[in-house]
T-cell receptor, first 114, second 116 residues
Framework: DTGVSQNPRHKITKRGQNVTFRCDPI?????LYWYRQTLGQGPEFLTY????????KSRLLSDRFSAERPKGSFSTLEIQRTEQGDSAMYLC????????????FGPGTRLTVT | EDKVVQSPLSLVVHEGDTVTLNCSYE??????LLWYKQEKKAPTFLFML????IEKKSGRLSSILDKKELFSILNITATQTGDSAIYLC????????????????FGQGTILTVHP
C-alpha cells in the first residue's frame, strides 16, 4: 500500500497523559500536513512541513502540541497533558510541491481522552 | 479569516436522483477549490478546480467553479447507495506575501444519504 499511513488508528488515554501519533506520507511527497476533525465538522488545519522544516502552525496548536518531521519522511504529533477537549480524529495528509493543494489523507488516529 | 460554507448540511434522496451540493467561500488569496468524499474514514480526493467556469467530470460526478461569485457546485447524477457519505469542500489559499503553502480550509460538509 503506497498511501498515507497513520498509527495508531485508535488511542484511548486518561486526561493528563501524553500521547504521540505517527504519520508516514506517500514516499515521493515532500509536504506533510496535520489536521484535526471533530464530529460534525470539517478538518481544521494544525501545521505543515516541507521536508523537515515546519513552515506553519495554526493558533489551534497550543503549546501542549508539538510536531516533528526529523528526516523529512515520517512525522510525529505529540500532545502533552491531554484534555478532554483534545478528543478528535487527527488526520495526516501529504502532497507534492507544485500540487500543494491536492492533498491525500491517511486513515486518521481517533483520540479519546477520558 | 478564511471561511467556507456548504449547503445543504444534509440531504436524503433515493437511488437514481440527481443532487447538487453547494460550496461558497471567502478567502484571501484564493488558489484552488477541492472536493473530498468522506465515508467513516479519511477524506478521499475527488476534484481540484483552479480556473473559473471549467467543469471537472469523473463518471457521474462533476463540479464547476465560479470565481466571480465565489462558489462551486458538485453534481452527482443517477445516485447510488454507495454515494452515501459526507462531501467536503475545501479551499486552498496562499499566505500573504505570495508563498504558496497548501493550507486547506474546509467547510463542515454535506451529509448525503441515498436510500435504495
Amino acid at each position: 500500500d503506497t498511501g498515507v499511513s497513520q498509527n495508531p488508528r485508535h488511542k484511548i488515554t486518561k486526561r493528563g497523559q501524553n500521547v504521540t501519533f505517527r504519520c508516514d506520507p506517500i514516499s515521493e511527497h515532500n509536504r506533510l500536513y496535520w489536521y484535526r476533525q471533530t464530529l460534525g465538522q470539517g478538518p481544521e488545519f494544525l501545521t505543515y512541513f516541507q521536508n523537515e522544516a515546519q513552515l506553519e502552525k495554526s493558533r489551534l496548536l497550543s503549546d501542549r502540541f508539538s510536531a516533528e518531521r526529523p528526516k523529512g519522511s515520517f512525522s510525529t504529533l505529540e500532545i502533552q497533558r491531554t484534555e478532554q477537549g483534545d478528543s478528535a480524529m487527527y488526520l495526516c495528509a501529504s502532497s507534492q510541491t507544485g500540487v500543494d493543494y491536492e492533498q491525500y489523507f491517511g486513515p486518521g488516529t481517533r483520540l479519546t481522552v477520558t | 479569516e478564511d471561511k467556507v460554507v456548504q449547503s445543504p448540511l444534509s440531504l436524503v434522496v433515493h437511488e437514481g436522483d440527481t443532487v447538487t451540493l453547494n460550496c461558497s467561500y471567502e478567502v484571501t488569496n484564493f488558489r484552488s477549490l477541492l472536493w473530498y468524499k468522506q465515508e467513516k474514514k479519511a477524506p478521499t480526493f475527488l476534484f481540484m478546480l483552479t480556473s473559473s467556469g471549467i467543469e471537472k467530470k469523473s463518471g457521474r460526478l462533476s463540479s464547476i467553479l465560479d470565481k466571480k461569485e465565489l462558489f462551486s457546485i458538485l453534481n452527482i447524477t443517477a445516485t447510488q447507495t454507495g454515494d452515501s457519505a459526507i462531501y467536503l469542500c475545501a479551499v486552498g489559499s496562499r499566505r500573504a506575501g505570495g508563498t504558496s503553502y497548501g493550507k486547506l480550509t474546509f467547510g463542515q460538509g454535506t451529509i448525503l444519504t441515498v436510500h435504495p
